[in-house]
């Protein structure tokens, strides 16, 4: 499953988070119709009401919006949107952890940036 | 529309309230999940909403009727639990047809399907059938009936979790296609939270909670951290849960109703903040007594 149903983390948070991936990944261009919340009930066995709160949320960020009567669809600059909030939200807060984990071992900035880099290179060399 | 209304509602047995003044309105269309621990008088409501039972003192109104002994409720709703009687001489096919008879909008093919698919022998009787067997006869009649007020009451006893799978998704898909009122009773929360819009959660006859799902998720979080830090940072809030880790180290359970400027510092001081399963919470509000199992084995 993709979802994690361990029960802590709320699945409509979820649901828009799976959202934003297969727009990300370009399974869903702009201005192209996104599952209903029915359908994302039926394909996760959760209650249309909770998939529908994933689907506002997005539409609350401008990621979505409504078409009377037609449904939901994809921004022009959705990706672009998500991309900006994974960013300055999600990156930045690793980063804390990261930076506050590095204190707790007494791992110096510079032995951090070296650590960062040879992961980038790591990665480049694959 | 609101389906169920209850207001004051008290069912007294003897000396004991197994429903003590409890109030709540549940909406058209909507899954609820009643959740309360053994004796917290689940089955109780149920039976009343049902109209098996007559309430004590309070109100009750179903379809904006009265339920007992009344005759457009019972056609309306169906209540299943693991104590339903059905005609001993009939056989497993033969009370399905005289169940298409009892509902206005029963499904026979949904019916007919659900039976194959779980493998029922249309000749068999349902006092033969074992524990599991009968809670899957049951379901298909819950479901196949499409009753406008549809109530199970701890549905899955005896079914293997492969049956208890596939039930779950069952609801789900016909409550889709056909859209009423559930109301979903289980000790097990974790396995049922997903479906669920709403949860009712009762405690010794009474309602401790009337949320959504996935608010109730938020309801609570989870502090670790040095007793001393955890102690300052909980002062004044109710801790619903605590236990001591290690020799200085505490993890404490409180309502959240922090700001995140409040959860920043409590970081900063170096508590972890974690959040807390619904079904946890669930625990810990309805535990009987304070303290847990832990405090039954220190001798003092």
């Keep these: 499953m993709i979802l994690n149903m361990d029960g802590t983390r709320p699945i409509y948070l979820q649901i828009s988070e799976w959202l934003e991936r297969e727009i990300l990944n370009g399974n869903f261009e702009s201005d192209q119709k996104i599952y209903s919340q029915y359908q994302l009930a039926e394909m996760f066995t959760i209650n249309p009401a909770t998939a529908a709160k994933g689907l506002t949320l997005l539409v609350e960020e401008n990621i979505l919006f ?4 037609l449904g939901m669809f994809v921004t022009s600059n959705a990706k672009e949107i998500i991309m900006n909030k994974r960013k300055n939200q999600t990156l ?6 990261i930076v506050t984990e590095a204190k707790r071992l007494n791992v110096s900035k510079e032995e951090l940036i070296q650590m960062i880099n040879d992961v980038n290179t790591g990665e480049a060399g694959e | 529309m609101s389906i169920i209304e209850c207001r004051g509602l008290t069912k007294v047995y003897g000396k004991t309230k ?9 909406e058209e269309n909507k899954i609820t999940g009643l959740i309360g621990r053994n004796g917290a008088g689940k089955t109780t409501l149920l039976k009343i909403i049902a109209g098996f039972l007559r309430e004590t003192s309070g109100e009750i109104e179903i379809f904006s009727e009265k339920p007992f002994n009344n005759l457009i409720v019972s056609a309306n709703l169906i209540y299943i639990n ?23 909008k029963w499904d026979h093919d949904l019916a ?5 698919y779980f493998s029922l022998q249309p000749t068999q009787h349902y006092n033969d059938l074992s524990k599991g067997m009968k809670s899957t006869f049951n379901m298909i009649v819950g479901l196949s009936a499409r009753c406008a007020l549809t109530m199970f009451d701890e549905p899955t006893t005896g079914m293997d979790a492969a049956v208890r799978k596939d039930f779950y998704r069952a609801l789900l898909k016909d409550y889709i296609a056909y859209p009423r009122t559930i109301l979903l009773s289980s000790h097990h929360l974790d396995e049922i939270e997903d479906l669920l819009e709403d949860i009712l959660l009762i405690k010794e006859g009474k309602e401790l909670l009337h949320i959504q799902i996935e608010d109730l998720k938020e309801w609570a979080i989870g502090v670790q951290g040095l007793t001393t830090t955890v102690k300052e940072w909980t002062n004044n809030r109710e801790v619903i849960h605590s236990n001591g880790i290690g020799l200085d ?7 959240n109703d922090f700001s995140e400027s409040e959860k920043q510092q409590g970081k900063a001081a170096g508590l972890a903040i974690t959040p807390v399963s619904s079904s946890d919470v669930c625990v810990y509000l309805t535990r009987k007594t304070k303290g847990g199992i832990d405090d039954v084995f220190i001798k003092d």
Excluded at chain 2, 18 to 26: D, E, H, P, V
Excluded at chain 2, 112 to 116: Q, V
């Design chain 1, 66 to 69: 409504k078409k009377r009567g």
């Design chain 2, 112 to 116: 007919s399907r659900l039976f194959d």
């Design chain 1, 92 to 97: 930045k807060r690793l980063v804390l952890e």
């Design chain 2, 82 to 104: 693991d104590q339903m009687k059905f005609p001993t001489a009939l056989t497993l096919k033969e009370v399905l047809h005289v169940c298409a008879s009892f509902y206005e």
């Design chain 2, 18 to 26: 197994a429903l003590n003044n409890l109030s709540f309105t549940i």
């Design chain 2, 249 to 255: 180290r505490m993890y404490a359970v409180i309502k």
